[in-house]
């Protein structure tokens, strides 16, 4: 689980073990942390994130309610150009808006880079279900396969979205030595029965 827990091979890392230059191989200004793998300012580096967070509102258009996914990008997006982050549903009084807004604020005091790592607030599954339109009246059951499938799609995108944000900066993922596919499905295997557990048994019913 080096994702999780910032383990990628950058050159901070290669600085204290090999004794190497600890600078950005792009901007070659400021130290490669984790971190500045998404937040570096240059062209190239902002070009590149531009495209990855493209392909990421592209892959998750179909799973997730609009303003939900809209909140996701606001959030990485100011995070990634290192700018404060503010809800885009301030003052919104809808009940369902206000659980993104709610989302948002408690992944904010989380960190956006720990919403890239994995720790996900547990109330984006909430505003997900205020969020969610359906004429059918579902079962706690169904309930609960929607919100495991968004979930898994969710993670799976971030997974991706790693992928891509590495390959600016070496043309593979840091830390390709030690990563590979099978190393990623099990970060989403994982990682997708951790936030089942979060959201529990007790799944509210969705409205019609």
């Known amino acids: 689980m080096k994702l999780s827990h910032q383990l990628w091979?950058?050159?901070?890392?290669?600085q204290k073990y090999y004794d190497e230059s600890p600078l950005c191989p792009i901007c070659q200004i400021l130290p490669e942390s984790f971190s500045h793998i998404f937040c570096c300012s240059f062209s190239s580096a902002r070009d590149h994130r531009q495209e990855t967070l493209s392909q990421l509102q592209?892959?998750?258009?179909?799973?997730?309610?609009p303003e939900l996914l809209n909140a996701i990008l606001v959030g990485l997006i100011k995070w990634t150009?290192?700018?404060?982050?503010?809800?885009?549903l301030v003052g919104s009084r809808l009940p369902s808006l206000?659980?993104?807004h709610h989302a948002f604020l408690?992944?904010?005091?989380?960190?956006?880079?720990?919403?890239?790592r994995g720790h996900i607030s547990i109330l984006w599954t909430q505003a997900f279900l205020a969020n969610y339109v359906?004429?059918?009246?579902?079962?706690?059951?169904?309930t609960n396969s929607i919100v495991d499938r968004w979930m898994k799609l969710l993670v799976n995108q971030l997974w991706i979205f790693?992928?891509?944000?590495g390959t600016w900066s070496r043309g593979t993922?840091?830390?390709?030595?030690?990563?590979?596919?099978?190393?990623?499905?099990?970060?989403?295997?994982v990682f997708a029965i951790s936030i089942r557990s979060l959201h529990g048994t007790a799944v509210p019913q969705l409205s019609v």
């Open 9 to 14: 091979n950058t050159n901070i890392q290669n």
């Open 58 to 65: 592209t892959s998750l258009h179909h799973g997730i309610p």
């Open 81 to 88: 150009e290192s700018q404060p982050c503010a809800s885009p």
């Open 98 to 100: 206000l659980a993104i």
């Open 106 to 116: 408690e992944q904010t005091e989380l960190g956006w880079d720990a919403f890239v």
């Open 134 to 142: 359906t004429k059918k009246n579902l079962s706690p059951h169904q």
């Open 162 to 165: 790693h992928q891509f944000s």
């Open 173 to 189: 993922l840091p830390s390709q030595q030690g990563t590979s596919r099978s190393t990623g499905m099990c970060y989403i295997i």
